[in-house]
């Protein structure tokens, strides 16, 4: 397809272009529908509020309903696959929801795309959009699973044998009421530099790991027939509401629909 040059389609529910544009920029904006941009060439930029997701071929780039952000492509490349769902279709097809997220690009994604796009009066468009939004729904999914599991093994990031030391106390310690200035004291650091390191070394502050932890916890409890209320009190949170609010916050999903994919397994 030519540089400088947008091909787009439309069906109930879904609007997919592609762009060959390098350089393209979007301004400030924002959008009802679940965005996902696929590259194909050139890494693409997307700034939100919360930080930002940065992506080249392989990857594709999901951000939810409602979310402001401002896009960027390489200057050198720009090809990229941009696909729009509106919500009510989105939900038609799956319950799942998460936040701004990164994944590796699924090949049937791209291949559904690029079908859609190339075949516009295909009558088995509805079926082709439930299954590009069921597959990409489940890749999400995975991501974020692979993610919070990786929260467990944040020791191999800290070089500091004093940060390693406060990860092991905030994962023996994480279901009980954890005082931070207690924990700084026994890894033999002050509190503002058990902070700082945190930062530098693990991308996270120390209250962060913990709510990592016992969020990575309670997950497991959850997907091994746990209650939401079980789940909270073993982890630490003596507020449910606390819990849920949190839980969906690092997850993306409610408690409630953890136990409704663990009893699936």
């Known amino acids: 397809m030519r540089v400088g040059q947008d091909i787009a389609v439309r069906f109930p529910g879904l609007y997919l272009v592609h762009h060959n544009i390098p350089g393209k920029k979007v301004d400030w904006h924002d959008w009802a529908q679940h965005l996902l941009f696929i590259p194909l060439q050139g890494e693409i930029k997307i700034l939100l509020r919360s930080g930002s997701l940065v992506g080249g071929p392989g990857k594709m780039l999901y951000v939810p309903p409602n979310t402001s952000l401002n896009f960027q492509a390489s200057e050198a490349l720009g090809e990229r696959l941009v696909c729009l769902v509106d919500h009510t279709r989105w939900r038609a097809v799956t319950s799942f929801q998460c936040g701004p997220a990164?994944?590796?690009?699924?090949?049937?994604?791209?291949?559904?795309l690029f079908y859609i796009l190339l075949n516009p009066k295909t009558k088995s468009a509805k079926s082709l959009v439930s299954t590009f939004i069921q597959v990409l729904a489940e890749s999400l999914e995975w991501a974020q699973q692979a993610s919070l599991l990786e929260v467990t093994h944040l020791e191999a990031k800290a070089r500091d044998k004093r940060v390693r030391?406060?990860?092991?106390?905030?994962?023996?310690?994480?279901?009980?009421?954890?005082?931070?200035?207690?924990v700084a004291q026994e890894a033999g650091l002050s509190l503002r530099n058990l902070s700082r390191l945190f930062l530098h070394q693990v991308g996270l502050s120390p209250k962060q790991a913990l709510m990592h932890y016992r969020i990575a916890a309670a997950r497991d409890l959850l997907l091994t027939g746990s209650t939401v209320s079980e789940a909270a009190l073993a982890t630490g949170y003596e507020s449910l509401a606390h819990f849920i609010t949190m839980f969906r916050r690092l997850t993306g999903q409610l408690p409630s629909q953890v136990i409704h994919l663990g009893r699936k397994q």
């Open 165 to 182: 030391k406060a990860l092991t106390i905030l994962l023996r310690d994480h279901p009980t009421r954890v005082r931070m200035a207690a």
């Open 102 to 112: 990164m994944c590796p690009a699924h090949q049937l994604c791209k291949e559904l």
